[in-house]
Structures are given as structure tokens and as C-alpha cells.
């Protein structure tokens, strides 16, 4: 029975704003009637599995996608659930969809600027409008004794339905005219770009101009346990588009409080490292396996740029633009459960896999500090993912932070760090003497930004992370001090308060105490100034660097400090040179010095003097 009809007012207005909208993205169309086949064929694959009575059970649930270049057409069909007439009414003629909607609303409210809005809400079956002259589509539900149908429509008034021949197969085929501007869709290199780039993880084999496209299959939604390690490997490089197999994987799936399927993958090296600057991240949104971006700048964190791979959400509205990713509160959810769930696989790889954890380390450690330093509610996560040496490893060996907290001693409250060039050179800083002395462990950081991780983390299980070259270490008395000769408290003080007087202006606390045993003195950072590699990173970033005032404590049982007293009364041009020599010496170890050239004279100097 053939039957014209309106479009609900609605509807009217919606195609009207589609069609004569310039809109860049037009190939969205083809997207959005690839979800609808793909929607369709999985609402029958469900009735299958409820065990409902099915027209044509045997039919396979295929995609098929035809192009017709010389009468301009392209036809995209399913076998899936189809729609009755009565469906065919209403869900192709009125505005039945909730994202539609909200389409329509915003529409009014902007008048004007509604190409925008196409992008951001998308307006699903009717966006073909935007390339089709005239859609045909033919239909036939799952349910048994249905009668196929046919709905033909312009786009513009309404449509025309009839009934579609009886031997019409279950499902759902749509014949698109294209437009005259609009004829690139059917051709075949065009289309089946497009098609491939929106569709290669649907869960149904796609044909297209009666080829199989070869898809990968949508291996994120299957359980891990039917996934091989090849399955893994095959889908990363397709993703990737690399040769090269992944480092390793995480595949996540959960059912509440959001649907969520996710396999993400670490690559085998650190694309930064190879000088191609920032690397984009490479994580695809879909939902039900059906493309929104295929790289959304703001899915994940920034310093979780490293990883490849696809998030999948069926809470999410398809139609999620661009502009709407940026500020959803879905997904920042799920950001949040997959960065937890990503820091916990690094957790569980470490544990389990030490090596292949240290490979990764050696290649993305500067990610993980990265996200030490920006993401507050990751960052106690993070800290246990942090490995270094110390003075308890063997040079090239790791520890952690955990393993330096069992290793602590009884009286011991913090923990203590290190930052310096190389091992090397932290291993004969003075800085180590007093907690040497103790049986206590200090860990060696050796990289630019470690200071700054330090600065964010404060803190690991309670315990305080301390520099070792700060001035106020509050450590435990030492049990038993060897007896060395040396300047007694009123020789000691002497000294101490010449050479205050002398470097007034340079310094800030001249004293003498047991701090270092190595060493005739040693530069301390006062606890309110800022340290050297924070006054170095200002200074690059072109800031102005606050003045700092080391405190510089002597060691009285050191035999040039010994001398030094003794000159003070007797050559005080020679004793200005060994106090400059000795000062400038313990500022050069603790990065404090501004003027290294400095040094070098007052060592040629003094060497000159007593040649
Ligand atoms: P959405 O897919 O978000 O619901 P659309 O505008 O894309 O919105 O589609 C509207 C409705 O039309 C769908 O919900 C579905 O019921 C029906 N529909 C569209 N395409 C098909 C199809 N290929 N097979 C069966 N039903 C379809
Ligand atoms: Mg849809």
C-alpha cells in the first residue's frame, strides 16, 4: 500500500538546516549509516542469543557497501533487525533520537551557525542529506510475518512508502542518489577510504563492491583470554602503522560503572627519543566499535602521548564531537579509569617481568616523571613506577622506592636523594659522609627534571624525601664519634667568624660542625632558597632568578681547615686565598657556583703562591 506523508515539523526543520548547510565534513554520512547497519546487525546478533524466531535465521550478518559511479549511487546494506512500517514511521520521520534533538534545540538558539553544529552533535540517518538527492531506503524487519517496506524521500516535504517486494531479504538496504556536487562518494578509491577508515574494527565483515574488506576485527571487545599474543601484535602495527611488535599491552574490559573496553599499547621505543619532537597520541575513541576520532587530543592525559591503541565506550553518544571531548565529564572518567588501570599493569609488569619493566624505564621514564609533575591524582601511583640507583645498587642496577623504604634503619625517619650529573660524581660527594656514617642509604638522581619530581611527590608512604645536600637533615646523633684531631670549639669559632665577616655579602651561615668528614667544608642550601636546578630551569625559561645565600659549613677536623686557622694569623693574603679556594670548592659541588673561572684563578693563584 503506498502512502505519502509529511515529515513531522521537526524533522522539517533539521533537513532543512542538513541540506543547506555547507558543511566541510560531509563523509560523516557515510559514518553514521555505518554505525546504523552495524547497530542493527548487533540488536539482531542479541536476538539470536535470546533465542527469538528470526526471518531468514540462516542469513548471514554481513555490511555490504556498493558504489554505482556511472548513475551516481551508493547503496549500504545489513542484514540486521530491519523496521516494521510502523518503525520505518518513526524512527525516519520523526525525531525520535535524543542527540537529534538536542540538535534541533541548539539550532534555534544559534540561528545562524548551524555548520558547527552538525559536527558537534551530528544528526545520525538524516546527516545523508547533506550528499543525497534522493535515499531508498528498502527494509525488511527480523520479525517473521513483516512486510518489507520501501521509503523514498528527497529530503525536503516528506516521504512516500510502500510496500517492497516479498522476497526482499531481513535487514536494511539504503540507496543514496548523490547529490551533483556530491558524486566523489561514489567513487570507489574515495569510498572506500572512507570506509575503511571509519569501519576497520566493526565486528562484521564488511563487502564492498562484493570484496571482502580484510578488517582486523574488533579484538578490544572480545575477552582477553580468546586474544593471542599474534592477535595483539597484528592489530598494534595495523594501528600503529609499524613493523616493529609492541613493548607490551594492557587489555582492559569492565561492564560498570561505565562500559569500557580498552587494549592500549606501549611501543617498543620511545618515539621522542628518536629527535621528532613530540610524539601525537595515538589512541582511538570508539563507541560500540563504531570510530568518533580516531586521534582525540584529550582523551588521556598528555604525558600518556607515548601509547597507541583505542578506548571504547558504549555510554558515550556516538555524535561526540571534537569540541564536546574537550569538556565531557564521561570522559574524564574514563580517562581516569584507564590511567589507573594503565599505572596498575606498569605496577603488575614490574612485579612480574623486572626486565622487560627496565626496558620500558630506559625508554619512557621522562612520561612517568612527566605525569609526576602534572597530574596531582596520579602521582603517589606514579611514584612506585620510579626506579634509580643508590648508594645501596650496583652501578646499572635499580631500586625503587619501596625497596629503599624495607631497607631503612631503625632511627632512620626520611628518605634521602641525591641530584647530581653521574653516579660518578655523587658517589664522592661529601654530601654522603653524615649519612654514610649512619648505615644510611641515599638515592643518586642523575636526571634534569628529577628535582621537580621530587618537589611534586614530597612525600612516599609518609616518609619526607630529603636532599642530602639540605642544610637542616635532622638526623640521629651518631652512637659512637671517632676521636680526630682537630680546631677545639674556641679556634673553630675564630675562624668561623672572620670568614663570616669576609664573605658577607656572598654567603649566607658560615659554622663549623660534623656534617662531612671527606671534606674541609661543604655548601648548604638554605631551606627557603630555591635549588640549583630550579634557578637553572627560571633562568632558561627567561625569568628572573631570586639570589640565593648557601650556608657553608667547615670541617674542623680537616687538615686544611687546620691550616687555614693557623694562616689566618699569620698570611692573610695567602689565608683569603685558601678560604676563597675551600668555599668556592664546596659552592663548585653543590652546583652553587656562578662563576666557575673563578675558582680555576684562585687555584692558580694559590699555586703560584707557593711554588
Ligand atoms: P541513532 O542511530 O542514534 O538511534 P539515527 O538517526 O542514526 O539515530 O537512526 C534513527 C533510528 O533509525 C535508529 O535508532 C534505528 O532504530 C533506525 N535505523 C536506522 N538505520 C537502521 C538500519 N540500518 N537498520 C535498522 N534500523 C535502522
Ligand atoms: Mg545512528
Redesign the pocket.
Known sequence: MMEKQPFQTEVRQLLDIVIHAFYSDREVFVR?LI???S??SEKLRLKQLTGAAIYQPERELRLSITTDEEKHTLTIA?A????TRE?VVE??GTI??S??KKFLEMARETKGDTQNLIGQFGV???SVFMAAEEVEVT?RSWEPDAVPVRWVSNGEEGYSLDDAPEDTPRG?S?LIHLKTDAQDFAKPNRLRYIVEKYSNFIGFPIDFNGEHLNTVQAIWMKNKKDVSEEDYEAFYKFIAHTDSAPLTHMHFNADAPIVLNSVLFVPSDNPESLGFGRCEPNVALYCHKVLIDSKPENLLPEWLRFLSGVVDSEDLP?NISREMLQDNSLLRRIAGTITKRFIKHLEDLAKDHVEKYETFWKQFNRFIKEGIVTSWEHKDALGKLLRFESTFTEPGKLTSFADYIGRMKENQKDIYVLFGSSRAQLESSPYLDPLKARGFEVIFLTDGGDQFVVDSLMKVEEKEIKSASRANLDLPPLEDQPDTPGLDEAQAKKLTDWLAEAYKDKLGKISAGDRVTTAPAVALQDEHDLSPDVKAYLKAMGQTVPETHPLVEFNPHHPLVIKLAELQEKDEELSKLLADQIIDTALLRAGFLDDPSRLARTTEALVEKLL
Open positions: 553514521e554505525s546504523n547497519a547497530d542493527a545489513d540486521g533487525i530491519g523496521m518503525e524512527f525516519l525520535a533520537h542527540g537529534t545520525g540517518f538524516y527494509t536494511t539504503i556516538l
